[in-house]
């Protein structure tokens, strides 16, 4: 919160109207993207500067910990889903007596590993996008 009074100080001084300040910020914090937002901010309703719009959308997404912030809580979230499927199944396969229930359940565990490698991988280096 002090990074942000400190940004909004800077750009009423550059003459930005406090509520697109405001406006941009809430917008910041509730993870709309840079690029709806930019346009929203220099649209002819609002008009402010490009320059001026795409610096304090910069300087507001490092004050709330980046662009891309809440972008991969999606892969974390199915990536923990497949992966508690495959526990289920893998428990399913050990303790089951069965050997035709046992192959069925093998083959039902694939997809889930798939699904959850092609997930959990891009997750982690950032790539994840819904």
């Known amino acids: 919160m002090k990074n942000f009074i400190n940004i909004k100080e800077k750009y009423i001084s550059l003459e930005v109207p406090e509520k697109h300040i405001n406006y941009?910020?809430?917008?910041?914090?509730?993870?709309?993207?840079?690029?709806?937002?930019?346009?929203?901010?220099?649209?002819?309703?609002?008009?402010?500067?490009y320059k001026l719009a795409d610096e304090m959308l910069d300087e507001m997404f490092s004050a709330n910990g980046g662009e891309f912030k809440y972008e991969n809580r999606g892969g974390y979230i199915y990536s923990v889903f497949y992966l508690i499927a495959i526990v289920v199944l893998l428990m399913l396969i050990t303790f089951s007596n069965n050997d035709s229930l046992v192959i069925k359940l093998s083959f039902a565990l694939i997809p889930f590993l798939v699904l959850f490698l092609r997930t959990f991988i891009p997750t982690l280096k950032g790539k994840f996008r819904e």
């Open 24 to 49: 941009a910020f809430n917008a910041v914090k509730s993870g709309v993207k840079k690029e709806l937002i930019f346009k929203n901010l220099t649209s002819d309703v609002r008009r402010v500067d």
